[in-house]
């Protein structure tokens, strides 16, 4: 039946403050997704993720975000092309360092909030983001929205790429994900997001909003760490893909890429509990969208 990656944003907590249960998320999902520092996460507290991830065999990935503690990396910014790399460079050597002193690697990147939102759509953004993260390490894989101008840049630099679908949002007929200012956008039943992410790795489609189905290339499936019932929903919905024969892994191992490789054979601990295989294999479901890029941000792609 193929396989599938569980990605989570984690170690998002600040000092004294908890955001999310980083350990129990650790044991459902396959890839983390751990913050820089700039929107979210203290240094002692993205060390302590990134070593639960490596415990466990989670393969760990960098959560850039705009320098914007205050405002969770939600607020937009109009950041000059030469600083936001400098500062995505600064994020991803800093989590290098962490995962390094925990005896594991960063195998890939995904922007975090309002810098996802832009680089989806916002060629000058997406470019600028593929681009330091090709000056750091060219192996590293982008995570992103499929036929997203983000996905492009990376594509057109030599950048590996993956696609996300995100398990509690709700989808447009034009395939991108209804804005959360909007009635129904995020959703909450357990059951319902799982038998939606089984029909999506199966078929590769989504029922959008108005009832129709629409076509979704996935690689990994986002689980927000943060939401209310989190744990209890990435839960229910490991269950009920593995369930129908899907393995979960990490995308960075199963894809095949150099970074993935260089983790090493232990980075689908979670895979291995729940009996599910760990061999590579190709994702199921449609391949890239080709639609032309909007040069305008609709509403519906907002991630944050």
Not at 208 to 230: E, F, N, Q, T, W
């Amino acid at each position: 039946m193929g396989a599938v990656d569980l990605n989570a944003d984690l170690g998002e907590g600040f000092g004294q403050w908890t955001l999310g249960d980083d350990a129990a998320m650790l044991d459902v999902v396959s890839s983390a997704n751990v913050a820089g520092g700039f929107h979210a996460g203290d240094p002692a507290g993205i060390r302590r993720t990134v070593r639960l991830a490596a415990e466990r065999g989670v393969v760990v990935g960098a959560h850039v975000g705009y320098r914007d503690l205050a405002g969770f990396g939600r607020r937009e910014m109009d950041v000059p092309s030469a600083e936001l790399q400098a500062d995505i460079v600064y994020q991803l050597g800093a989590l290098q360092g962490l995962a390094a002193a925990e005896g594991t690697r960063v195998a890939y990147v995904k922007p975090h909030g309002a810098l996802y939102n832009s680089a989806q759509v916002d060629e000058r953004i997406a470019h600028d983001v593929a681009a330091a993260v090709a000056a750091v390490d060219p192996t590293l894989v982008l995570l992103g929205l499929p036929g997203s101008a983000a996905l492009a840049a990376a594509g057109a630099l030599g950048l590996p790429t993956a696609a996300e679908a995100f398990a509690d949002r709700a989808y447009t007929p034009a395939g991108t994900l209804v804005s959360r200012r909007e009635p129904g956008a995020v959703l909450h039943d357990p059951e319902l997001v799982a038998a939606r992410m089984v029909r999506l790795v199966t078929d590769g489609v989504v029922e959008a909003v108005d009832g129709s189905l629409v076509p979704v290339r996935v690689d990994s499936i986002c689980v927000h760490g943060d939401s209310p019932g989190a744990v209890g929903l990435a839960r229910r919905l490991r269950e009920a893909l593995t369930a129908e024969g899907i393995a979960i892994g990490p995308f960075a191992t199963l894809l095949g890429t150099a970074a993935g490789a260089a983790v090493g054979a232990g980075a689908a601990g979670p895979a291995d509990a729940a009996g599910g295989s760990t061999t590579r294999a190709r994702f199921v479901g449609p391949g890239p969208r080709t639609e032309p890029m909007p040069t305008n941000r609709p509403a519906g792609t907002r991630e944050g």
